[in-house]
């Protein structure tokens, strides 16, 4: 046995090394010359605005479309037939769509004057847009369980955001259940259950490869047996050029509707606005097949062509219900015509100076 000094020296030893390594974290953090507590000190004044990230996603937008209304100010009348071009150029650039574009820029020829300003322009635009977009207000689930079918193409973002929808419906109060009717994808499932551990959600769920029906069934029997909230099945994502896809989407929702009276009581179709025109052919052939109620449209911080909201809303009928505009929980929002309106054509505001940082005397700083 080692002597008694041996022991003691060593626990000095440690002590005084445990010691240096503090000090050196101390000297890392805190500038020369400043006190350990001394931190910089925000100028008086409002803090700053949180990002808008419906307008950050939209920017690109609506720049294209800001330079060709900037065109029109100060032209005189006799110009109002050359920017009137221009503009539905920029809408079908945005990927307002040809037909759309054409629709709207008629729509503001009838409203406004020949000697309009590029203002007026701009002004009478937003107004026809939110005319054509329409109020769709978030659904207040009616039913116990409240059953949500989300379907789409895959690549669109569709198991994040019934992952999103579970932390809403959670926020709110509302039991949820997670139903992984995608079984053609293992990954799919696993991504199911990770939303249902974060957001405490409970899962059903079969192996890879499973009959997608049956899970649906499953889920129908466990959320009636529980007194589950509301339910949000997953599918597996489907070609919409594939009928044999389709139907088998289709005997889905037949099951869920027979264990389930009046459900699915909503059907949403996700898709990804960076696709363009192709979302509206696919927002037609999922109707056609499931009756789709609402659209959730995926992606738009990372698209210069926001405008195809417009065209699926004014082509397709189907409201927008959603939009995806980042990776957090909090950037899956209830769609809002007038706030997706200014996004796209409000002015930018000037860029203010940013906020003054500074130190406290006794930082020491120059």
């Given amino acids: 046995m080692a002597p008694s000094w041996i022991i003691v020296g060593g626990a000095v030893l440690v002590l005084l090394c445990l010691l240096l390594a503090y000090a050196r974290m101390r000297r890392r ?29 939209l920017l690109s937008t609506r720049r294209r479309l800001a330079a060709q209304l900037e065109a029109a100010l100060g032209r005189g009348p006799a110009e109002l037939a050359r920017v009137l071009p221009e503009l539905e150029e920029a809408l079908v650039a945005a ?3 040809v037909r759309t574009s054409a629709e709207l820029v008629a729509r503001v020829r009838a409203r406004v004057g020949p000697a309009a300003s590029g203002a007026e322009i701009r002004r009478t635009l937003q107004r026809e ?20 079918l989300v379907t789409g193409v895959n690549g669109v973002g569709k198991t994040t955001t019934i992952g999103k929808l579970a932390a809403r419906h959670a926020a709110a109060g509302r039991t949820v259940m997670l139903v992984a009717a995608d079984t053609f994808r293992a990954a799919a499932i696993e991504q199911l259950a990770v939303w249902a551990e974060r957001t405490r959600a409970e899962l059903v769920r079969q192996g ?45 929702q037949r099951v869920i509707a027979r264990e389930v009276p009046g459900a699915p ?8 606005a960076t696709t363009g025109q192709n979302a509206i052919a696919q927002a037609r052939t999922f109707s056609e097949a499931l009756g789709v109620t609402g659209i959730v449209l995926t992606k738009l911080d990372g698209t210069a062509r926001g405008g195809v909201a417009i065209a699926i809303r004014e082509q397709t009928g189907i409201p927008i219900r959603y939009v995806g505009v980042g990776e957090g929980t909090e950037d899956l929002r209830p769609f809002a015509a007038h706030q997706f309106a200014l996004a796209l054509f409000e002015p930018e505001a000037p860029v203010s100076a940013p906020d003054e940082i500074r130190l406290t005397p006794s930082s020491g700083a120059n």
Avoid: I, Y
């Fill in 265 to 272: 009581h909503d059907t949403l179709l996700v898709l990804d």
């Fill in 208 to 252: 890879p490869g499973a009959n997608p029906s049956a899970v649906a069934f499953d889920g129908m029997r466990a959320a009636l047996a529980r007194a589950v909230d509301v339910v949000l099945v997953d599918t597996a994502g489907r070609l919409h050029t594939r009928a044999n896809l389709m139907d088998e989407l289709c005997k889905v």
């Fill in 29 to 57: 953090s805190t500038p020369p010359g400043a006190p350990a507590e001394a931190a910089p000190e925000r100028a008086p004044g409002p803090a700053p605005a949180p990002v808008d990230r419906l307008r950050q996603g």
């Fill in 129 to 148: 847009v939110e005319t054509v977009l329409g109020e769709t207000p978030e659904p207040t689930p009616g039913a116990r369980p409240w059953v949500v």
């Fill in 95 to 97: 990927d307002v769509g």
